[in-house]
């Protein structure tokens, strides 16, 4: 009997990360950042493409055809495998994993299908074991687990005598070690954090001015804030004049802010600061919580970004940035953009909703926002994915946020949509 699901998909991947290190001489670091897995995905994906005409051929499952397969590139195509995939399902965090995703890997390493490997199995590791065989095993563990309860308590019986010179000697210790923990560790922990603070805030230029209550008031709050880099993207074929709203929450923490950007399809987090008199420059980058606590994981900064702004105006302020485009793979391009920010209110409840009905029905993502404005609350709802710039209500935002608001770190043709004018 084959195996299946979680145990199956997790030995798969890890032969074809083996067979294609080997085959391109290019390593794939196996943590939990998916981009390291984008190389592997695209070749999966290019026979996954192929699976509604194969099934004959390669025996595996059937597979309707993609209907917007000759429109879309990669990874929009219906049968495409992502490195957030091979990720998640490396990590055991898929218990049932996609058909096509399955397939593709036994015919990349078995050239077959599941359905043909079945028939023919050539890799004993991929074959269940005897459940008589299983059962055997447990139960001379159950039984060499008892032999060794009652050595262990032969032995207790006789070093009893001898104990109780121990705990005196193992009390001594401890009282030991609480009075530097205690006392001495955190005192110089203390000074020595202090000044590699001091030092840290005179090299990196942090927090050199300090701000008035009028200047905190006016950027802490939660913000709506105008984009227009997926016009930037090159593998979308529509991206003319798209744009998108992100909802920006600024929260005021000891001299700087925490600021958190609630995007279209992902989350951006990081502090901004003020240099001077209303200068901010905004620090931030993409949110990754997989790599929380993760060994090596404070050296994956992913997509950086620096924003300067000037709050000149109580209604529409401009900012200048070094971002991305925030496409896949090798086409995520570093840009410079013009970016709108208009301010909303007040920081309150902010919650991002997920994996609803509704959001299914919108295919975005969902922020609502509770404000306390005297005796009442206000709840507003925020529908946060990319649109062109015709649906906004405000035409003064246009020449802000347009094809002419993008420059790329080198000059591409035809990397942004421009209307040609008619003569």
């Known amino acids: 009997m084959i195996k299946k699901g979680r145990e199956e998909i997790i030995y798969l991947l890890h032969k074809c990360i083996e067979k294609y290190q080997g085959e391109t001489g290019k390593e794939i670091i196996q943590n939990t950042n998916r981009k390291n897995y984008e190389g592997l995905a695209m070749t999966l994906s290019e026979i996954s493409k192929e699976l509604p005409f194969t099934n004959q051929e390669l025996r595996h499952d059937i597979y309707p055809q993609d ?4 429109e879309a590139s990669y990874p929009f195509r219906k049968y495409d495998i992502t490195g957030g995939q091979i990720k998640d399902a490396l990590n055991g965090l898929v218990a049932n994993p996609r058909n096509f995703l399955v397939d593709a890997c036994y015919i990349y ?12 199995p050539m890799d004993e590791n991929l074959v269940t074991l005897n459940t008589d065989d299983q059962k055997n095993e447990g139960g001379s563990l159950i039984k060499e687990n008892q032999e060794l309860k009652l050595k262990l308590y032969q032995f207790e019986k006789n070093a009893g005598k001898r104990r109780w010179k ?32 001091e030092v840290l805030k005179k090299d990196l ?67 901004a600061q003020f ?26 900064i992913e997509s950086p970004r620096h924003s300067l702004l000037e709050l000149t105006s109580d209604s529409i302020i401009t900012a200048i940035s070094a971002s991305w485009n925030f496409d896949y793979g090798n086409n995520n391009k570093i840009i410079g953009i013009r970016e709108v920010y208009k301010k909303l209110g007040n920081v309150s409840n902010l919650k991002e909703v997920t994996n609803t009905l509704e959001n299914a029905s919108c295919k975005c993502k969902i922020i609502k926002w509770s404000e306390m404005k005297g005796d009442k609350v206000i709840n507003k709802i925020f529908y946060i994915k990319n649109i062109y710039l015709d649906s906004l209500a405000h035409k003064s935002l246009f020449p802000l946020i347009n094809e002419n608001s993008i420059i790329f770190k080198d000059p591409i043709n035809d990397s942004v949509i421009i209307k040609k004018k008619l003569k």
């Open 109 to 120: 390493l078995f050239q077959m299908g599941r359905l043909g490997f079945v028939e023919n």
């Open 166 to 197: 121990w705990n005196t000697i193992l009390c001594i210790i401890a009282f030991i070690v609480i009075a530097l923990v205690c006392f001495y560790i955190p005192s110089k922990m203390y000074f020595e954090s202090n000044n590699k603070l």
């Open 275 to 300: 240099e001077g008199p209303n200068l901010v420059s905004i620090f931030s980058k993409v949110e990754v919580k997989d790599n929380e606590g993760e060994e090596g994981s404070e050296k994956l």
């Open 205 to 271: 230029n942090i927090l050199p001015y300090k701000i008035t209550s009028d200047e905190k008031d006016r950027l802490e709050g939660l913000w709506i804030c105008y984009t227009g880099s997926p016009q930037a993207r090159v593998s979308d074929p529509d991206r003319y004049q798209k744009m998108v709203p992100n909802i920006v929450e600024i929260k005021y923490k000891n001299g700087y802010f925490i600021y958190t950007r609630y995007g279209a399809s992902f989350n951006h987090v990081g502090y």
């Open 67 to 70: 209907k917007r397969e000759k």
